[in-house]
């Protein structure tokens, strides 16, 4: 089994930053990627990047140049760095993980972390 807890949500205005942690535990050594997703209001959970064991990072077009996803492998944490916030951006986000490196069916997922960006 694997634990993820997410932290670094919040309120902030468009144009502005947040990043988004996610710290692993238990059988991480199983795991082949991490990534994030994000579930607006009536809308499809939706996969905004991922980051492979190796250290490989794919993005969705939607986010591709404003969010960066990085990982501290001694910390066990992955992070979303997310720069000129739109008000669209506003979410519940979730930490993956999965044994896939695509990670289009993560196996483990996060409480998720409110993500509200004002106009």
């Known amino acids: 089994q694997v634990q993820l807890v997410e932290s670094g949500g919040g309120l902030v205005q468009a144009g502005g930053s947040l990043r988004l942690s996610c710290a692993a535990s238990?059988?991480?050594?199983?795991?082949?990627?991490m990534g994030w997703y994000r579930q607006a209001p009536g809308k499809q959970r939706e996969l905004l990047a991922t980051?492979?064991?190796?250290?490989?990072?794919n993005y969705a077009d939607s986010v591709k140049g404003r969010f960066t996803i990085s990982r501290d492998n001694a910390k066990n944490t992955v992070y979303l760095q997310m720069n000129s916030l739109k008000p669209e951006d506003t979410a519940v986000y979730y930490c993956?993980?999965?044994?896939?490196?695509?990670?289009?069916?993560?196996?483990?997922w996060g409480q998720g972390t409110q993500v509200t960006v004002s106009s």
């Open positions: 993956a993980a999965g044994h896939t490196v695509l990670l289009t069916s993560p196996r483990y």
């Open positions: 980051i492979t064991k190796g250290g490989s990072t």
């Open positions: 238990g059988s991480i050594f199983s795991i082949n990627a």
